[in-house]
Every structure is written in structure tokens, then in C-alpha cells.
T-cell receptor, first 116, second 111 residues
């Protein structure tokens, strides 16, 4: 149980285009989903927290107009990187938690984004 | 200031050796999770410790939560190459929906 999927697993795009990453909880309802960014050999950096049906809460320094987050249902959240630039290249990971076990997060497999 | 100090940051050992990874904080956590992450994949939850002084074992891995719930350790006995990966500790605090992550420990176990 507690499986989280992400799609796509890898994406290469041209500078200036937008990229959408999906995060799905496959066998549970995720009341809260989180989006992280990770640089090589480093820990996770929280970008934003989203609750189903409400606006995402962004961490300091994360541009909300650049990284659009939608959490339309209890099993799906999306992260759209708008007008991507090479510096946006990174490993993006989502996680999900339930109302019953809010302190435990289950992570997706991550999405490798490369912006040329 | 890093809220959750994790050490060591890097560890390279031979198969069969023992090792301990530490996570320390001046803050009290309601629970603490340990994750292992392999390159190109998401972190996988290993264990959650909730009670001060709690000890949990997962095969050759032993996790301990400090009595004051401010620190935790992960001990691996007779490490194997399959243990190679990035180990992350993450603390949850009451009133916060987010986790506080340590910087991670990159473990390399050579045959």
C-alpha cells in the first residue's frame, strides 16, 4: 500500500516551454501533497505544500507563477514548470500524506527534468 | 541554521563493517522518519519512530529515537553493497504539516 506514482519519469524540453508533471496516489487518498526539488547528492528541498481543493502554500524563494501547482482531487496533484530555463533542470519529487497519518509522507519515484 | 543536523555526510566502508548515522536537533519532534534513496529514484520510507527512547529493528538496521525526541540514530550491522544509498532523516513537529529533512548521508559499501 501507499504507492505514489509520477509521470513522466524523465523529460527533456527546450528553453521557454512549459512542462507538466503529474503525481498520483494509487491506493490511498492524499489529503496533502508535497513537491520537492533535489540537486545531485543533496537532500530534498521543499517547494510547496498543496491540500486538495485549495491553493498551494509555497516555501520562501519559490516563485508561485513559475511553478504552478494544482491539487484537483485526492489522488492527483500537478506541477507545471512554466517557461522553463536550463537552471530549472533538476530532479522533482512529490510526496503524499493522509489525514490519518499526516506525519508520514510517501514519495513518488521522481521526475528528471532537463531544459536545453 | 539547519534544524536537523545529520552526520556524517559521506561514508565509504567495506562490506561487513558496522556504521551509525546520527540526526540531532535542538527541537523536539513528534516523530522522526528515516528514508533511503537510490540514485534516480524517490526516497523509500524505512521506519517511523514516535516514542522517546523507542528502538526499532529492520533486519540489520536498528533505529533509535532519543529520550527527549530531539535526536535519532540509524545503526547498520555488517553492511552490504545493497545498503548503498542516500539515507535521510526527517522530523515532524506538532502543528506543522511539513517534514524537516536532514542533509542526508551518502553511504557507499564496497564489496
Amino acid at each position: 500500500g501507499a504507492v505514489v506514482s509520477q509521470h513522466p519519469s524523465r523529460v527533456i524540453c527546450k528553453s521557454g516551454t512549459s512542462v507538466k508533471i503529474e503525481c498520483r496516489s494509487l491506493d490511498f487518498q492524499a489529503t496533502t501533497m508535497f513537491w520537492y526539488r533535489q540537486f545531485p547528492k543533496q537532500s530534498l528541498m521543499l517547494m510547496a505544500t498543496s491540500n486538495e481543493g485549495s491553493k498551494a502554500t509555497y516555501e520562501q524563494g519559490v516563485e508561485k507563477d513559475k511553478f504552478l501547482i494544482n491539487h484537483a482531487s485526492l489522488t492527483l496533484s500537478t506541477l507545471t514548470v512554466t517557461s522553463a530555463h536550463p537552471e530549472d533542470s533538476s530532479f522533482y519529487i512529490c510526496s503524499a500524506s493522509t489525514r490519518k497519518a499526516q506525519e508520514t509522507q510517501y514519495f513518488g519515484p521522481g521526475t528528471r527534468l532537463l531544459v536545453l | 541554521t539547519q534544524l536537523l543536523e545529520q552526520s556524517p555526510q559521506f561514508l565509504s566502508i567495506q562490506e561487513g563493517e558496522n556504521l551509525t548515522v546520527y540526526c540531532n536537533s535542538s527541537s523536539v519532534f513528534s516523530s522522526l522518519q528515516w528514508y533511503r534513496q537510490e540514485p534516480g529514484e524517490g526516497p523509500v520510507l524505512l521506519v517511523t519512530v514516535v516514542t522517546g527512547g523507542e528502538v526499532k529493528k529492520l533486519k540489520r538496521l536498528t533505529f533509535q529515537f532519543g529520550d527527549a525526541r530531539k535526536d535519532s540514530s540509524l545503526h547498520i550491522t555488517a553492511a552490504q553493497p545493497g545498503d548503498t544509498g542516500l539515507y535521510l532523516c526527517a522530523g515532524a513537529r506538532s502543528g506543522y504539516s511539513t517534514l524537516t529533512f536532514g542533509k542526508g548521508t551518502m553511504l557507499l559499501v564496497s564489496p
